[in-house]
């Protein structure tokens, strides 16, 4: 090769046989290549799908992704953002998420309520909590209702540095979490503790003051700047049946609530039944064990097991516990003189297609007589709302809000199952915290005098495990919690599932695809043949591509195990690298000048350009 | 005078990228002694093999590259990708010039001329280069256990002129100078020459593995292995090239770790003090070949005859490996159960954990 007729710049003027000098970045600049390429390699981050069914959108991925990275309390302040207790959901939850896992196509689904329930403990056990109130901005908002819903109102008006108070009808604070969800699921210490952080985050609760009673709905509408009514479905539905009134007839919420508030007095005769297939009946159902029944049986209109509107774990942990079932029946009497001594049941069987619907009996058959000492009705609830103006009921029994949990354009607002039931999804405890999460931050949207906007991301939730590479990731079983022997729940209030070691949350974090997010995992980093990203922290999301030389081969893009790498066509950018007609030039940074020149063409004379 | 001491640099194992499920990769050497603007093509295995040994082998080290498509798409115009001292040398004559780079560098601390610890010197040779143009010079540089590191970085062929065939191109793989045709249907009918066992038998001294780019940590881990052991070492990495091999370039790691799972390209180690092989190491899964071929241009003109041929071939690697071979492997290597490449699409993955 002859370098004859060329012009070599001074400072590469060397021989050209043998060693040559240590190249330089520089020299390297001659060559930007960037500008064969027709895909570019961008980063996007994709939305989870645990992120997307959780119910306040808690940001599983993240939270996940410092556990394995040993960072507890990162990934507990994390959690924080969007859930003030996860002690209690990590134990309650039907962590709809774990339904959603992309895992869960793959193999198992990650133990993610495990791994929550670690980091709540974790928060528990700290002195001080993460989470701090706002700077007081004079407001005062009050909270009717200390559920879930009320709970994660007040919680997040209190980090906005609103004055809350809340007002709760019970001896205690917690609604159902403390007076439906029974002990061996959620100690009542664990609540109380949660409790104790909203104190100390400056709210007020106000316990054994109802609304409609103690305080009108005047009053609350005058003393506040806002009202969140959080005031959940408290009255049970009847089964409508002949002699429900008779003594030794119980209904499931108020059975519930005594225990949890510590004021029961039911005594149970040895054989139970409870009616409904929900999972209130089923912890109604396991609850009589512990009360002292000797046989239980649940009676459900649906006609199988597979059918009953409840979380498949739980109705395999009462199976387990020895309760009988019986489906396809409806209690048309309740028998008995002065006390219950047996059921009438006929065959039912819901008229349309979910069991929400009407039921169909068919009393032409023979009814059965079953034989018990005491019944338990658990077949839903209702509200009581006689307190308030009619305009605001529904006919669900519920508040009718607008999509904001706004009632009106008044500024009282409300959130959780009072405004939830009957919209077609389920009620559970993580739905009413994120309607509490997200009615708190429409109250302060009203209250700061700026219209109410529907949060309109598009979001592109990756599930699609084609867009992962899968090779990366070993088929690994899902780590499972310890769980108390059948035989001795039936006689305790202990807890009966266990929670995670420390070892076993790293473990089962460590299995997390880490869906459409980039989890530093330094693969792309070291796959490209250029190699044209770089670093300079090892940390989510601060990978660089240089586009200057990024050919586009994509072998980033495919060996991206988490699918956050995605091609879009150069023709897409209106920036960046200009594509040349020759692949090389001479002189350092011609490439670079040109396309700055060319980029620039609007803004100067055309006979500038030379 | 008294000699002075060779110091050596030692460099220390990366750990395993996954702990349990997780997958990340170790903390990796900052370090980056090949930088981009080269011209190799897009998605280049070569490339991604060298920036792979580099990083690996650090700032304090020398490059000797024989002509390839290493030295020639990547040094042109006075300019190169490397940030470490690098020479070029004529095609045959790598493993003298390497070796002549090492006895200098020895010789020169031994009088105190040079202070620092020895460099890692390393010669990336193409296999046409290493298995045929130069393997004498190789050979003698390894049986003179001069310290140094020989790679062979292995794209089946003579890229840089244009795709043609080298001893260590595949039986069945199509180049310029083995084209398919009526005669001859399978294009290559000879199988590729085994370079690696031929270095660990002739010279048993030696470290020598063999790596593949779909297995990052392993192939940075063996280049450290090998400039940690004193005396030569040689290495031979698979690299695929999709100027001849004619795949998609998204595909560069995917046919690394595709290459290893049928079984095609097996993964070892030769310990020069126990004076055996290893072959401990195991992909995650084992597959036919069928499902490697189908995915490169130049498998597609062949029968189902010549994919049972490589299966059979495949299979024998795998014995060798003492692998117990899968019911659905040995099926894959009779030709009644295979269809032709034309329409391999509709063969059957399948696909079995070892
Ligand atoms: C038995 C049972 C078990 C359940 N188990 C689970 C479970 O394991 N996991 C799960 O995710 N979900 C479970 N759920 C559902 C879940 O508990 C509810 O969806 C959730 O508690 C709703 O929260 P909320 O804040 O809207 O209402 P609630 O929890 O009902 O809270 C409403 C609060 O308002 C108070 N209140 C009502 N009226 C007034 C008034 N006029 N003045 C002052 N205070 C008033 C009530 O006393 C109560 O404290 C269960 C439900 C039941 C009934
Ligand atoms: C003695 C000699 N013969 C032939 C050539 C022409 N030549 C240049 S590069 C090359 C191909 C080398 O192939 P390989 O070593 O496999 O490297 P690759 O191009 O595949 O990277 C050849 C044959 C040469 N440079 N010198
Ligand atoms: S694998 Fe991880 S990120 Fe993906 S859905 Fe499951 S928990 Fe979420
Ligand atoms: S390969 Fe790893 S580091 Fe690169 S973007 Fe994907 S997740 Fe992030
Ligand atoms: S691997 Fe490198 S060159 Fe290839 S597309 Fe990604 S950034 Fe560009
Ligand atoms: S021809 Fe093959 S080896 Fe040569 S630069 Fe292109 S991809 Fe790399
Ligand atoms: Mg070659």
Not at chain 1, 188 to 199: A, C, G, P, T, W
Not at chain 1, 455 to 478: C, E, G, H, S, W
Not at chain 2, 118 to 131: L, M, Q
């Amino acid at each position: 090769m002859s370098t004859k007729g060329t012009h070599i710049p001074d400072w590469l003027q060397v021989p050209f046989a043998g060693i040559t000098p240590a190249p330089s970045q520089k020299g390297q600049d001659l060559f930007p290549t960037g500008n064969w390429r027709a895909i570019r390699p961008v980063y996007r981050d994709k939305m989870p799908p645990c992120n997307n069914a959780c119910g306040t959108n808690e940001k599983i991925q993240g939270y996940l992704d410092l556990v394995k990275r040993g960072k507890y309390l990162d990934a507990y302040a994390l959690i924080k953002e969007d859930m003030p207790f996860p002690s209690v959901t990590g134990r309650v939850c039907y962590h709809p998420c774990e339904q959603a896992c992309n895992r869960g196509k793959y193999d198992e689904a990650i133990s993610i309520r495990a791994v929550e329930r670690f980091l709540g403990d974790l928060g528990q056990a700290l002195p001080k909590d993460v989470v701090k109130p706002g700077k007081p901005n004079g407001k005062k908002v009050v909270v009717v209702g200390s559920g879930p819903a009320g709970h994660s109102a007040a919680y997040q008006l209190a980090r906005l540095g609103y004055a809350v108070t809340i007002l709760e009808k019970s001896p205690k604070a917690g609604g159902l979490n403390r007076g439906g969800i029974p002990d061996w699921v959620l100690p009542q210490n664990v609540l109380d503790r949660e409790i104790e952080r909203l104190v100390e985050l400056g709210i007020t609760i106000k316990t054994n003051t109802e609304v409609g009673k103690d305080v009108s709905w005047d009053e609350l509408r005058k003393n506040y700047d806002a009202v969140v009514l959080a005031v959940g479905l408290i009255n049970p539905n009847s089964i409508r049946a002949e002699g429900e009134d008779t003594a030794g007839v119980h209904y499931g919420l108020p059975f519930l609530r005594d225990i949890g508030m510590g004021t029961s007095k039911v005594k149970l005769g040895p054989r139970v039944a409870v009616i409904g297939g929900g999972n209130t009946a089923i912890d109604c159902a396991r609850e009589a064990y512990r009360q002292g029944a000797q046989e239980v049986t649940m009676i459900t209109v649906e006609g199988n097991a597979s059918e009953m509107p409840c979380v498949p774990e739980d109705l395999h942990d009462m199976v387990e516990e020895g309760v009988e079932l019986k489906h396809g029946l409806a209690c048309t009497a309740i028998l008995g003189t002065g006390k219950v001594e047996a059921l009438q049941l006929h065959p039912a069987k819901f008229s349309g297609a979910i069991n929400a619907s009407p039921i169909t009996v068919n009393k032409d058959a023979k009814p059965e007589r079953f034989a018990v000492d005491n019944v338990i009705i658990a077949v839903g609830q209702h509200g009581a709302l006689k307190w308030l103006p009619d305009e605001f009921k529904n006919d669900k029994g519920g508040i009718k809000a607008d999509r904001f949990g706004r009632l009106g354009s008044t500024n009282v607002f409300a959130a959780g199952d009072v405004v939830q039931v009957g919209q077609g999804q389920p009620l559970m405890v993580v739905n009413a915290v994120g309607d509490g999460k997200r009615t708190a931050f429409n109250v302060d949207t009203v209250l700061r005098g700026e219209p109410l906007q529907e949060r309109m991301v598009a979001i592109d939730v990756i599930t699609d495990l084609a867009r992962m590479n899968m090779t990366y990731f070993p088929k690994f079983p899902r780590v499972q919690q310890a769980m108390l022997a059948p035989a001795s729940r039936r006689k305790t209030q202990d807890e009966v599932i266990q929670a995670f070691s420390e070892e076993q949350a790293i473990e089962e974090a460590n299995r997390c695809f880490s869906c459409g997010t980039c989890n530093a995992c330094d693969n792309c980093y070291l796959v490209c043949p250029e190699p044209c990203i770089i670093r300079y922290d090892r940390s989510n999301g601060l990978y660089k591509i240089l586009v200057d030389y990024c050919k586009g081969c994509r072998v980033c893009i495919e060996e991206c195990p988490t699918g956050c790498l995605e091609g879009v066509p150069e023709l897409d950018f209106d920036t960046g690298v200009v594509r040349m007609d020759t692949a090389f030039a001479i002189t350092q940074g011609l490439h670079g000048r040109q396309a700055e020149e060319l980029r620039n063409l609007p803004d100067r004379p055309a006979k500038d350009i030379g | 005078m008294p000699a002075i001491e060779v110091q050596r640099q030692m460099l220390p194992m990366l750990g395993s990228p996954n702990q349990g499920a997780r997958f990340y990769n170790p903390e990796l050497p900052a370090t980056e002694p090949f930088v981009p603007g080269h011209r190799t093509c897009a998605g280049c295995g070569p490339s991604i093999q060298y920036r792979m040994t580099s990083k690996a082998a650090g700032d304090n080290t020398i490059l000797v590259g024989p002509t390839g498509c290493m030295y020639v798409a990547n040094s042109s115009y006075l300019c190169t990708p490397y940030n470490v001292p690098w020479a070029h040398t004529q095609i045959g004559s790598s493993g003298s010039f390497t070796a002549g780079v090492a006895a200098a560098y020895e010789a020169m601390i031994r009088k105190g001329k040079w202070k620092g610890t020895f460099p890692n010197i390393i010669c990336e040779a193409g296999d046409g280069s290493a298995s045929d143009i130069g393997l004498a010079s190789v050979s003698g540089a390894l049986y003179r256990n001069h310290d140094c590191l020989i790679i062979c970085y292995d794209n089946e062929q003579y890229a840089n002129t244009g795709i043609q065939a080298s001893s260590r191109t595949p039986y069945g793989g199509m180049t310029t100078f083995s084209p398919p045709g009526p005669k001859v249907p399978e294009a290559k009918t000879l199988f590729p020459k085994d370079l690696a066992r031929m270095m660990a038998a002739g010279h048993p001294h030696c470290y020598v593995a063999t790596a593949s780019v779909g297995y990052p940590i392993d192939l940075m881990n063996k280049v450290r292995k090998a400039l940690n052991h004193k005396g030569a070492a040689f290495m031979m990495i698979y690299t695929p090239c999709q100027k001849g091999f004619v795949y998609e370039t998204p595909r560069s790691i995917d046919l690394g770790r595709l290459v290893v799972e049928s079984g095609l390209y097996p993964i070892w180690e030769w310990d020069p003090e126990k004076r055996e092989f290893d072959y401990s190491f195991r992909p995650a899964s084992m597959r036919p070949v069928s499902e490697y071929l189908k995915l490169q241009g130049r498998f597609g003109h062949l029968h189902a005859e010549h994919i049972a041929t490589l299966q059979k071939f495949a299979n024998q690697q795998w014995k060798m490996m003492n692998v117990a071979i899968p019911e659905a492997l040995i099926k894959a290597a009779d030709a009644k159960n295979l269809v032709d490449m034309a329409s391999a699409e509709a063969a059957a993955a399948v696909a079995q954990t070892v």
